[in-house]
């Protein structure tokens, strides 16, 4: 519970110290330290104890709500948490003012709580429910200043989400109608029951649940309000909202698709498979074409979805096992470079790869750190990106997909092509004039720009554990891949079997 809990109970606190921004500070620095503290302890113990789960009010599943963690969804809570301390830190000098005392803190805290309520949740209405907490907050926060940038970005991203969440609505209501019940567990065994008459009725209501989140999740071609939104609002929220909530979207396909939507995989992992290899081609040929820090990333996060999508679309152990370990990976790498590219307009007061340049020479340090972080994007051995890249690779050659595994190849070249493309522009070439202060930059005052390399260094660190120590990142991928596909140990736990 207290992932949950001390996100809720904090915003609470910070809500109640409304024009005291520096007590709100305090209180989600604390909250963040709990957060990651008790979704480390979450983890721990699931790896040791297998999958936990708890009936709220002592109503026994599928009567009541049920809070299930299993290996997977630890994981992603863990880098969660890890991401969040991290853009807790930079927004302490990187985030103005007046943002932080128009409700910047409680509506973070309020965010985490629905990453939390979208991870531990063991019912199909209360992920609908939590998504929705998410999103709202996602569209406080990238509304939060009222620049015209920021709410032009934030109408597209309110309006086909909003959309995506009636599609889900829809499904919900469907699944409902079909089999009576709506808790995760009761569902899995109710469409393996050998009585099942609704496959075809399931099949179609499969559709419903793929575009919605597939639009939550950028995948092609509902991708085009991403890169339109995420570069507007400041890198405090971007890095927080482009890091992870897309990647929520990927965790929650990846459930219900191994869990309940199981009955039709010979039409549904072929189509898969051909949207998983648009997605990287689409997003990483955005990505090589922008020539804005923000909007080459944003791209590749449209491109790097496509990867975390492979491992679903192959259905084998390995891959499954890949896209759990390239989400992770991608989750911390992805945060980090949009800190490194709020550290650079920190200075330089400009995004515009034309208006930057010789960063080598003037701040070497960060120019290692944005390096690093680029590799491990592209892959380049023996970074984390490498390592996630292999196991899908490999995974499709044992599954005899080829063709995807050639795509994934070409489009990790192009990355590196386009991470070269900034390292040039920004770090390498040299700086012809000073560039004019954009409106939508902001500065943090007479504050050391040393102290914006902390959260940076931060998550760098992370990267490289999983990159030098991968083997046993590896192995409880496996480990929860495994779960994912015997689903067994998932309904016997929550249904107390």
């Known amino acids: 519970m207290l992932p949950l809990l001390l996100p809720l109970y904090g915003a609470v606190l910070c809500l109640l110290a409304w024009q005291r921004v520096k007590a709100q500070a305090v209180v989600a620095g604390l909250v963040q330290a709990g957060w990651l503290a008790s979704a480390g302890v979450l983890f721990y113990q699931v790896y040791q104890r297998g999958i936990l789960s708890t009936d709220i009010g002592n109503w026994p599943a599928p009567l009541g709500i049920t809070l299930v963690a299993d290996q997977f969804a630890a994981l992603i809570l863990l880098s969660a948490t890890v991401v969040g301390m991290a853009v807790y830190m930079f927004s302490l000098l990187g985030l103005d003012y007046s943002r932080k005392r128009f409700g910047y803190y409680p509506l973070l805290l309020l965010l985490q709580m629905g990453v939390s309520g979208v991870c531990l949740t063991g019912d199909m209405f209360n992920l609908y429910v939590w998504f929705e907490v998410l999103l709202i907050c996602c569209f406080a926060l990238l509304a939060l200043g009222g620049t015209r940038a920021q709410l032009e970005g934030t109408l597209k991203y309110v309006t086909i989400n909003f959309v995506a969440s ?41 559709i419903f649940f793929l575009t919605g989140f597939g639009i939550k999740s950028a995948i092609f071609p509902l991708f085009f309000w991403l890169p339109a939104s995420y570069h507007t609002p400041p890198i405090a929220i971007s890095a927080f909202v482009a890091g992870l909530i897309s990647k929520i979207g990927i965790y929650t396909l990846i459930r219900l698709f191994t869990l309940i939507f199981i009955s039709d995989l010979g039409f549904m992992l072929p189509l898969l498979l051909v ?59 992805k945060t980090n470079l949009f800190l490194v590219s709020g550290v650079v307009a920190q200075r330089h007061h400009t995004f515009s790869l034309k208006k930057l340049g010789g960063l080598y020479l003037k701040q070497p340090l960060l120019s290692l750190l944005f390096l690093l972080s680029a590799l491990a994007l592209a892959g380049v051995p023996p970074l984390s990106g490498f390592w996630g890249k ?16 050639a795509v994934s190849l070409c489009v ?26 954009p409106p939508d930059v902001i500065r943090a005052g007479n504050v050391s720009d040393k102290l914006l390399y902390v959260p940076v260094v931060f998550l760098l660190l992370f990267i490289l554990l999983i990159s030098l120590y991968a083997q046993p990142v590896i192995v409880v991928a496996q480990q929860a891949a495994d779960q994912l596909l015997n689903t067994s140990f998932y309904i016997n736990t929550v249904l107390h079997k």
Do not use: C
């Not at 699944?175 to 569902?187: F, P, Q, R, T, V």
């Not at 109710?190 to 099949?203: A, E």
């Not at 997605?279 to 990483?284: K, R």
């Open 390 to 405: 292999f196991m899908l690779a490999k995974g499709g050659f044992e599954a005899g997909n080829y063709t995807i595994v």
């Open 412 to 437: 990790s070249l192009v990355t590196l092509f386009s991470m070269t493309k900034i390292w040039n522009e920004v770090f390498w070439k040299k700086k012809d004039k000073p560039a004019p202060s």
């Open 166 to 206: 009636g599609l889900l609505l829809t499904g919900i209501g469907v699944m409902y109608s079909l089999y009576g019940s709506l808790n995760l567990a009761a569902l899995a065994q109710l469409v393996r029951h050998p009585d099942n008459q609704n496959l075809p009725l399931l099949s179609m209501t499969s």
């Open 275 to 333: 949207l998983s290899g648009l997605t990287m081609v689409v997003g990483v040929i955005g990505a090589a074409a922008q020539k804005d820090f923000r909007k080459i990333l944003s791209f590749h996060i449209i491109s790097q979805i496509g990867y975390m999508l492979m491992g679903l679309a192959i259905y084998t152990p390995l891959a499954l096992a890949g896209s759990i370990y390239f989400i992770i990976h991608n989750i911390l790498v």
